[in-house]
């Protein structure tokens, strides 16, 4: 699989659809994780809910961010690192992190191809439409 991160062209294609949901469980996935964490690790209550918080907000204004280009997909990669490390407070984070990074990955590239697909099956139906337009002007034009 290669790791195309390309925006589609498409404003609420597939590409976006799948990875913005991803991202939105994910920051929820998160929150609970640190609720799990401030009673797991009271020691460190004030960096859990910093790194937490921080990492759930940037993870739903990234989702919100998916029009803007490729980078935000490339900053939703990002963010699946920190998500990982929760591990190290968490330890099912560390599954459930890795299996976040690999859904929202295989959702971006997949969701593309999705969208590409989309793309050339809407120009074959329009070709048509014009050809049979055409086609029509042509019979009763006589």
Known sequence: MDLDLTPSTRPHGAQRMISATMLVCEAFVVFFAVLVAHQLVPDDRAL?????????????????????????????LALQLPVILL?????????????????????AVKGHQLDAEKDTVDR?????????DAQRGEGTAH
């Open 87 to 107: 591990g190290l407070q968490v330890t099912a984070m560390w599954v459930v992190g890795v299996l976040f990074a690999a859904l929202y990955a295989y959702g």
């Open 48 to 76: 859990t809910w910093a790194w937490g918080l921080l990492t759930a907000l940037a993870l739903l204004a990234c989702s919100g961010m998916l029009t803007r280009g490729a980078w935000p997909y490339w900053l939703g």
């Open 124 to 132: 074959e139906v329009h070709t048509a439409r014009a050809q049979e």
